[in-house]
């Protein structure tokens, strides 16, 4: 009698809806997108988007966030882009020490009950100037490997799309899934229950603010694999993009709320939301304009199913 | 002789210029019940903080069935047997049920732990509250408020790896309607007599002595009696907390409201017939069971009648919230503020605050409704759950205005300083104003003038007058389908 | 003259710009509009698109080129956000037989032509000219433009090599101004006060007029500021020399090379053979030539010049 | 009384502390003799992430997810306006004035309009109306730098008794927000709301109306900064504003307000722009490259957060 739609289903809609509708304008513009090369361009670029989100994703269902995504992933990037062609041990021994140092962040912000904002903020110029200490000129190069994994030929389906499937489930068995996954997202809702049902608080929050750093080293090296090479600068928007594909994909910033298939796919609909543009060709003073209105008509869409939430 | 389940000796605890506790002394055995009773802030929810291992005491001791007392805090209470349901609801709203069961329980470990939780859960809920509706696979904050107390009762009686030793239920029926309130209490008496032991917190009296085996009485942070219940009667359990009973102040209809002009009239739905009237001077009861509407209707009430874009006029409508947490308490602010919130126009020149003012109707209501507390200026949440709620009753009363709305306002509230407030609202409604008063407690209900009674969402019944009797009540919260 | 002439009648060109968010830039896109459209007017091409990113990024211009490949131009004409970050969209245009030309932000994708300015000149003959204004040397305050960009690593390597040659010059302070005004100003306000007498200001250009506010704020002595071309320097350096006979000199690329790259890219597009590298002069003012270029300069603009397809045949011949 | 006022009053000190001991740092490198002229450009200069950090602390006050990032589009967009409108003739200071407070109107409503009626998350409808506005200000003017009337430059640049011009504006925006903030019904409206909007409803408040006004006041702020920005440095230019993003919650959350929400003061905003200013004056003195500054920067913030953090968590 009654169709059991529960609030998780919803969420993910919403972006799956949003992706499809603008993917049929997209193909009705330029219907040489629909092909496997075109599907490939269309979407190569969000796979580290993607990576960035779910990274942003892991520290808003602690109810935090990281503003200092964007420098850090353009951190990974230089660091790959530098030491991984030559020396890659010494590559592999600093990324991890940087993972090391975002889960040694999180303790911080619990320990000291820090909000989270600020002190990302702070580290976002420590990572842009480590950035700039690495590569002061843009330049380096991918690794062989790095670059003919993300440039590979998959059959049928294009990579891009296979790589985000693959993105999408992976989080989704950590996060939704795993128990720590489990115990992440019970943090964001509630942590005092979470600490009077035995469980450190502190060793959650660093889990989950090490997996985020890992995802965003993950970011990085995915970029540089299509880029070829860094430079100092070359991710920051992903501070903005990452929280806007959390929240297209469905998340809330606080209660511990997230969807990381919707996150993948709220990442997809931004670098879509993109191309949409340039295919419609706008003058150029409104270009800039039009994203907005992009993200305003996309997000204006969860309008349609918000009477359900209200 | 059996070693106790667990042992609190000369347990003191102290909050800055509070004393919560001043050497307690409590053990507990295994297959027994002991009700704790007690006035609003008398330490009752520190003792479970202390038994749960959330709190240490910055005296005394505590240890768990004779176990090596090397282990401290939750995990050693946990490793005890020693499970609590909190005075807060406190479940992950955003985790299903059986999310929620893992992070409670880890045992749940393994290969398919969510079937097993699964299972356990529906077994286990469906022997407390036989007859439940509440889908298991659900996410908790799907759920009423009434569910989802169900549920964290349930899942602290769980038996993942071994059966709980000892339940400590604080106040687990505020939010429960009676007949959900009296499968609980059932249950206790069953799992009780299958040699669990269980410290169970409630300010109804009734239910203490129905379910309890001894009573610890508790006062001021000290423990002032403990006797079986057969020593005890209602009459001397509460001249033991230290209240005078009063007789019922039910005053008879009050015909000269016949007259009075009609404040609120909400039409009739074509459903049931019937709709909602209130006059000047009414004291209006919403009754039935919990979660069938009453508090929505309230909501939109206030909804209705204060604008959400321009400053509200308070002389015209007021809310006393039953969730504090979610509709009431401002956590990061001072007694005083989260008192004069509701009515800052009356304490202010030109949009600003007049500190005296504030002052001067803070130590006005502190007094009226005895809020304990040492320092207006103090925070809310160091305040007790039920010395919180007076707060939030003292800040609708000290408007001025015509109508309040009451969503179920005495949870948790002890006995004497409920007296209080049914005798200030008696005083209100004489003076014209208008009182709407959702209430989960029959004898809430029979105090008013009219009570209408709610189910699935509308009303189903208005009694007035000597019609108002827990037996309509009850027959027309029940009636519906027949009709 | 030459051989294949393949008729661009046809063809269409698409301009991938990272940033609009300045004078110079928007002077550039004006130029672009105002050589392009009488081209695609007289049918000399087919289009000429403009696209421009929302963010300076060169991960949104690397999906921008894609966009480009899959919407069919023939030539996309580039001023890139990295000289390195783009490469891999570059390979994949070329890869699909596209024509890639860029101009002032260049990339190093072998397949790509650059039409290139040499920066690091460009930051060695300001000290030079220095050197004759100041004979005996003193004290310069550098302004950077954004730290991590490679033509603020060109400009600033340039001016060291400058002070290398003429070690009558010290550096006495370096700040990053952004290539803004306003940044430029704050950073230099900063420094200001701590630093001893500055005899010279080395700059990128857009910083120079913030950089004079600087002084006059602190109350110092105007040194010989280096302009960048933008009309409020010029206008500021005009009322200075009327004054008090105030001399420097002013020098950035005109923002108008994206119509020789736009015409570069019409000519391999015809079937020139076109060397991979070519070079454009920066455009100088001095003392002399500063009334003449300031009533050719938009007000509020940038000192420009736009090219002609003879223009471009003319470069390209000379780079042979 | 005290014991609550003190304990909130604290928060800030440590930001004043941070910047005192930059300054001193700075004026050490020159033996003192920098003193005067280095608090005359610190003023300055801090003045103008005072006026946008004032509206964008009511905007964090009203709870998490709440932050306005379409400031700097705003500040370039008024001072573009504002200086083509008044196109250097001194008559029209004033009307041009409005203008600027105009478009700060606009756009604050346009931001809540956004949050209010297509419920977009605040971060995401104001990062959607910058780009809107930041378009608007290309079209309008695509660049151009138009010079301030003389007077108005005078004035943005002066100063009076010692203290620059700019540096008294903000002083008195400050203030009045100050009274705003800690003594009028509304301060006490935003701080409830940003606790919890649905007891705030519950408690009679008009949230909507208040959350309106707060987009609306850091709109018209930010505007204000634009066009007294605009006129200081001698004319508007597109990125004129990019600076003020990361700035404007810089100095709201250095200033030691509650990033959750309900609870921010005034003066931790001045104590984290004097602090933000003198931070980067003092690597650049002390010639750091870069790299290096950048990170010192990031460290020394932390370093105040966690100092302050202290003060926060024994209240
Ligand atoms: N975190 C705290 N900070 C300061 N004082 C506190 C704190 N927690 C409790 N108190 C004080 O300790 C005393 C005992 O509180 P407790 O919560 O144990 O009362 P209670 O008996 O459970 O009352 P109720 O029936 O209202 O729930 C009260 O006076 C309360 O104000
Ligand atoms: N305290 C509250 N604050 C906010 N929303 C509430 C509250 N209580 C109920 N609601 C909402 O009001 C609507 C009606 O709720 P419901 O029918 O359960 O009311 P009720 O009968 O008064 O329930 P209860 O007895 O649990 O308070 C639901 O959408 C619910 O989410
Ligand atoms: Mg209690
Ligand atoms: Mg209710």
Known sequence: MKIKISADHIRLLIPLVSLAVLLVAVFWLQPRAMSYLGLNLLFNLAVPIALATIAQMLVIAVNDLDLSIGTFVSFAACVTAVYMPSTPLLGIFILAVAIAAYAFMGMIIHLRDLPSIVVTLGMSFVWGGLAVLILPSPGGQAPVWLRSMMTAQTPIIPFAIVASLVIGIVAHLIVMKSTLGVAIRGVGGNARSVSRAGWSVLRIKVAAYALSGFFSVLAGMALVGLTTSADANIALRYTLLSIAGVILGGGEFVGGRVSPIGAVVGALTLTLAGSFLSFLRISPDWQIGAQGAVLIVVLGLRLIFSRREA | MTTPVVAVRGASVTFGAVRALSGVDLEISAGEAVGLVGHNGAGKSTIVNVINGGLTPHEGSVSYGGMASGMTGVSAARAGGVRCVFQELSLCSNLSIVENARLMHAGLTGFGWRKRALALIETKLSEVFPGNRVDCSATVGTLSIAERQMVEIALNFLDVSGPPKLVILDEPTSSLDSALAEQMLAHVRKFVSGGGSVLLISHILGEILSTSTRIVVMKDGGVVAARPVSEFTGKSLVEAMGSVVREKTRTGVRTVLDTSPTVIDIPATPRTGLGLKARKGEVIGLAGLGGHGQTAMLLALFRERSSNWLPHRPDEIAFVAGDRALNGTFPLWSILRNLSVGNLGALSKRFSVHAANEDAVGAEWKQKTAIRTPDMHLPILSLSGGNQQKVLFARALSTPARIVLMDDPMRGVDIGTKQDVYSIIRAEAEAGRTFIWYSTEMDEICLCDRVYVFRDGAIVAELSGDEVSEHNVLAASFSGEAA | ?320 | MTIFNTALSKPWIWSWLAALATFVLTVLFTGGASTFSLGQATLTFAAFSVIVGLGQMLVITLGPGNVDLSVPATITLSGTLALKFMNTDASLILPGLLVAIGIGLGVGIANYGLIKLLRIPPIIATLSMSFLVQSLAIWSNRGLRIKPPDELSAFTTGMTLGIPNIAVVGLTLSVAIWWLLDRSIYGRWISAIGQSPFAARMAGIPVDGTRFLTYVICAVLAALCGYLLACFSGGAALNMGAEYLLMSIAVVVIGGSAVAGGNSNVPGIWGASLFMFLVVSMLNTYGFGAGIRLMLTGLIIIAVIIAASRRVSAR
């Open chain 3, 1 to 320: 003259p030459h051989a294949a002439n393949a008729d661009t009648s046809g063809k269409k060109i698409a301009l991938s710009n990272n940033y609009a968010g300045n004078s110079w830039r928007q002077a550039m896109l004006t130029s672009w509009d105002k050589v392009t459209k009488p081209a695609v007017a007289a049918k000399k091409v087919a289009a000429a698109d403009a696209f421009t990113t929302a963010e300076n990024q060169a991960t949104e211009q690397a999906a921008q080129i894609q966009n480009m490949i899959l919407q069919g131009y023939d030539a996309i004409v580039l001023n890139a956000a990295s000289p390195t970050a783009l490469n891999g969209a570059v390979k994949a245009a070329c890869d699909a037989g596209i024509i890639v030309v860029s101009f002032d932000g260049i990339v190093n994708e072998p397949c790509a032509w650059r039409i290139a300015v040499n920066f690091k000149e460009m930051g060695r003959s300001q000290v030079e000219y220095l050197s004759k204004r100041l004979p005996q040397g003193g004290n310069l305050l550098e302004i950077r433009g954004l730290a991590g960009v490679f033509v603020d690593d060109e400009i600033s390597a340039g001016i060291h090599e400058g002070v290398k040659q003429f070690p009558q010059f010290k550096i006495v302070g370096s700040v990053h101004g952004d290539w803004a005004q306003d940044v430029a100003q704050r950073a230099v306000a900063g420094v200001l006060p701590s630093l001893p007498d500055v005899a010279a200001v080395v700059t990128q250009g857009g910083d120079g007029y913030g950089a004079a506010q600087a002084f006059e704020a602190a109350k110092r002595k105007t040194p010989i500021i280096v302009m960048g071309n933008r009309e409020d320097e010029l206008q500021w350096w005009k009322k200075q020399k009327d004054a008090n006979a105030y001399e420097t000199m002013s020098v950035s690329i005109a923002p108008g090379v994206s119509t020789l790259a736009f015409w570069v890219a019409q000519q391999i597009l015809d079937g020139k053979q076109v060397k991979k590298d070519l070079t454009v002069p920066f455009l100088r003012i001095d003392q002399a030539n500063l009334e003449d270029n300031l009533k050719s300069t938009q007000k509020g603009g940038v000192a420009n010049v736009e090219y002609s397809q003879a223009d471009a045949e003319k470069v390209i011949a000379d780079a042979k």
